[in-house]
């Protein structure tokens, strides 16, 4: 008998991070079905290996749940700073249980309970309408995500400078987006993860200078950590984000310069029953594309 492969709704398909759980679930057997915002971003994520794409709203409860009509289970990334990103994520939660979905991964954050952040805050009702909905849930709450270097990347290879708008001896837990895709695609084609609240963190909690470290190893010349104000660290990475959005993440860097963040990696590792992926790796990919 042919083995059953899920379909999975996932949000998020075309973006820097959520795209990399497309290819994890087709490694799982899993048929990906992209939920794009404009017909533009079919072909995108048709490209990147879903097996189909669906135009829809996370504003429009009716286009999410013709979305996630015949779907077996969501992955949901929920946009950042969206300030009605947790209104977003309640509508997406409410559709796959009006549409029969069984499985429903939410990739949140790591410490959603601290609520002095608003990019925290936005996760915690999200979270909250899986607990209550009939969904076998699981919750992901990764680290500071790896891939978020590449905006300083240019820099580094450039002027050997890292500059962050905290100071040079801040630690901070980190991970690799593709480690969480793997969680989310067991958790989206297994049963082991169903209703579990998950940290997920690389080993280590590396501050700047040390992370100037790997990067001069890895570009094999000498990499300098700064400190840098936020409006020029802005305008050195150029992230993708409007002024409200901005002011939000500042406090977040705000966070950072004050309390640093934790994390353990002995969830990751047991999930994934092997070694997470370091930072130094991933620097020397950056280093070697």
Known sequence: MEQHRPTVLVVGATGRVAALVVPALVRRGATVRALVRSESGRRQAIDNGAAEAVVADLRDPPSL????????????????FQADETQMGCNLVAAAQQAGVRKFVFSSVIQPTHVTLANHASKVPVEAALFESKLEYTLLHPANFFQNLRGAWPGMARDGVFAEPYPVHTRIARVDYRDVAEVAAIALT?????????ELCA?????PQEIAAMAGEALGRPVAAREMDFEGWVERTRPPYDARQLQLLSKVHAHYAAHGLGGNALTLEAILGRAPRTLAQYIRELAAA
């Not at 297994?190 to 998950?198: H, I, K, Q, V, W």
């Open 203 to 207: 080993p280590g909690r590396f501050n």
């Open 190 to 198: 297994e049963d082991r993860l169903a209703y579990g609240s998950f």
């Open 65 to 80: 749940r013709r979305a996630a009509a015949g779907a077996d289970g969501v992955f949901h990334i929920g946009p950042a």
